[in-house]
């Protein structure tokens, strides 16, 4: 079945129904002996897929017309500012800082922010310079599927959605936490044990957060404009809220609590660092809006940077009046805030503390419901998944369907799973993609068809090389060993990588808006220091995150693989035709004119 306008023309028809065809409607799926063949076929699809490259146009023009309907371009910079403070500060800062700090990092948590923070930070460069040149739904799945082609974009975008629905539900399992401090009962009070019939890590039911992500869910299908301003009325609130326990909690600062900083020491710190990455996870939910952004050029690099540098701030100064109010080793792990206020005698401003965390996480819920419905709805757009999940609502312009699948699949994973083993794996699905984004880049400004040369393209997948390779032997070692010795070999190399980009391989592409500054340094050291934070994370979330890359590539290979073939090779004849048709229509009319002259 084609993607062009006949299929347009059936996806209209068809509505909101529920037929096979809006699930598997290519060719490869119209009959068993069509699969057969299908599956045959597959590595010569594999390859296919593997070293195509979509196009800027493509995704602009011919993805976004795969949604019946367009979105509404309703936000400015001050509504992405505010998407990207309510995105990230949230059950990061209110309950991570606490866990770390007693675990971890001890007062030095705030260096593990500043750690994070820098990686965030650089990974906020690269996702500005893509959104603003492709202002797309699909976020950093549009990206890679134009820089590093279908295959890589696919095993990003099963990590996205991975990211999005852990990162949901650890956040509403937080909710509960600091709601049950608001009703002066402790968060197990409100979740149903059921330990015996499950394991630990599975065993403790929180309905609350169920209930809390269906009315996440009605808010983000109405309106992107009236989510927009739910979300910085109650962010501003939240940052009344932040400086009330900033400048109020230093009042009852006690330095002494700072004499033992670092207690775990430097691996301490990284550790810890590698996990609160999760605090800073959601900016890249705001990349996801820039198809609904008035001036993408403006207002995407001031929405993004702006917010983070604000995020940044307010967690190493909420880490540091944390530490200094109680000793790390008594630092509550469930809403470490709240508590701490009760310790130092001010037991009225845990209420206050309580409700402000409640806020800031509903902000997170809601811009991460809007982000997660638009990757997939791009994601949808490629048939990777159903083309069902890409269609818009005409009467609200948001893609409804692809936000009830998540926001169920986010609630099913808050009923039942524990927030630490929810944060682990999160980090490494968010690090992992960032690190592929920052690759993205380099490639998108050192490597463009027809302009670079076979011998500049192999000197630039050379120097990738080394620095993909030095980085993971220095998270290795890191993870490995205590001495200094590798790293003496693996710094140098990260260096030469990057001075041989830098040097060696001219620039085949330059940004028309807005660009990232000091490339390549910037994203190579992006990719070195998320490659890094990943050597700090333990090996049973390594274990998960293998089994859920199974899983997907299962998927890939049974169905999304043929699906986005189907479509591509269709899309390729459309564009043939339409180009003899073109041709066809000149040249009458260069025969009709001929007579004139």
């Known amino acids: 079945m084609g993607v062009g306008e006949g299929g347009d023309e059936g996806l209209r028809r068809r509505g909101c129904s529920c037929t096979k065809d809006d699930f598997l409607p290519e060719e490869s799926f119209q009959s068993w002996g069509n699969y057969v063949r299908a599956l045959k076929e597959t ?29 509404k371009k309703t936000l400015t910079w001050w509504d992405l500012m505010w998407f990207g403070i309510g995105a990230v500060i949230g059950a990061g800062i209110f309950v991570l800082t606490g866990l770390e700090a007693k675990t971890d990092a001890g007062p030095a948590v705030v260096l593990s922010y500043v750690v994070s923070g820098i990686s965030a930070m650089l990974s906020v460069f690269c996702y500005t310079e893509f959104a603003v040149e492709i202002p797309v739904a699909g976020g950093s799945f549009a ?8 295959f890589v974009a696919f095993i990003a975008a099963g990590n996205i959605l991975l990211e999005y629905v852990i990162g949901g539900a650890a956040v509403a399992r937080s909710w509960t936490s600091y709601f049950a401090t608001l009703c002066n009962h402790k968060p197990d009070d409100f979740r149903i044990n059921a330990v015996g019939a499950l394991s630990e890590n599975y065993g403790h039911l929180d309905p ?28 501003i609130v939240h940052i009344l809220v932040i400086l009330f326990i900033i400048i109020a909690g230093l009042t009852k600062a006690n330095f002494d609590n700072y004499r033992d900083f670092a207690p775990f020491g430097p691996r301490g710190v990284f550790k810890a660092s590698a996990v609160l990455f999760f605090a800073y996870v959601g900016f890249d939910a705001v990349s996801t809006m820039a198809e609904e952004t008035k001036n993408p050029g403006k207002d995407i690099p001031i929405g993004l940077v702006g917010s983070m540098v604000i995020t940044t701030v307010a967690y190493c100064l909420l880490a540091i009046t944390l530490c200094l109010m109680v000793p790390y080793k008594l630092i509550d792990e469930d809403a470490p805030f709240s508590v701490a206020f009760e310790t130092v005698g001010m037991g009225w401003a845990k209420y206050l503390v309580a409700a402000g965390a409640l806020k800031g996480m509903t902000s997170v819920l809601l811009v991460s419901a809007v982000g997660q419905a638009r990757y997939l709805t791009h994601i ?43 944060s682990n794996l999160l980090s490494i699905s968010t690090l992992f993609i960032f690190m592929l984004v920052a690759v993205a880049l380099l490639v998108r400004r050192y490597y463009a068809a027809g302009v670079t040369t076979p011998a500049n393209r192999n000197k630039l997948i050379f120097f990738l090389v080394m620095i993909l390779g030095s980085s993971i032997g220095t998270s290795a070692y890191w993870g490995t060993s ?116």
């Open 380 to 422: 949808a757009r490629t048939h990777m998944m159903p083309p069902w999940l890409a269609q818009v609502n005409a009467k609200t312009g948001t893609p409804v369907n692809a936000t009830i699948v998540m926001i169920t699949a986010t609630a099913v994973i808050a009923l039942f799973t524990k927030l630490d083993i929810l």
């Open 143 to 150: 990206y890679l599927r134009v820089e590093l082609g279908d």
């Open 208 to 235: 609350i957060a169920v209930v809390v992500m269906a009315g996440i869910c009605i808010l983000a299908v109405l309106s992107t404009k009236g989510s927009s301003r739910l979300n910085y009325v109650a962010s």
């Open 482 to 597: 205590d001495g200094w010795y590798g790293y003496a070999i693996t710094v140098p190399l990260w260096f030469l990588g990057t001075l041989g980009i830098r040097i060696f391989v001219p620039q085949a592409k330059f940004p028309n808006l807005w660009g990232v500054p000091l490339v390549p340094w910037l994203p190579s050291a992006s990719i070195a220091i998320n490659i890094f934070l990943l050597g700090s994370i333990d090996k049973d979330s390594f274990i998960r995150f293998g089994i859920w890359t199974l899983i997907i590539l299962g998927y890939y290979f049974f169905f999304g693989l043929h699906a986005s073939y189907d479509v591509a090779k269709e899309f390729e004849k459309e564009k043939a035709l339409r180009n003899d048709n073109q041709l066809k229509n000149a040249e009458e009319g260069g025969a009709v004119a001929e007579p004139n002259n």
């Open 43 to 71: 590595p010569t699809r594999l390859i296919n897929r593997v070293t195509t490259r979509s196009l800027d146009s493509t995704e602009l023009v011919e993805m976004k017309a795969r949604s019946e309907h367009e979105m």
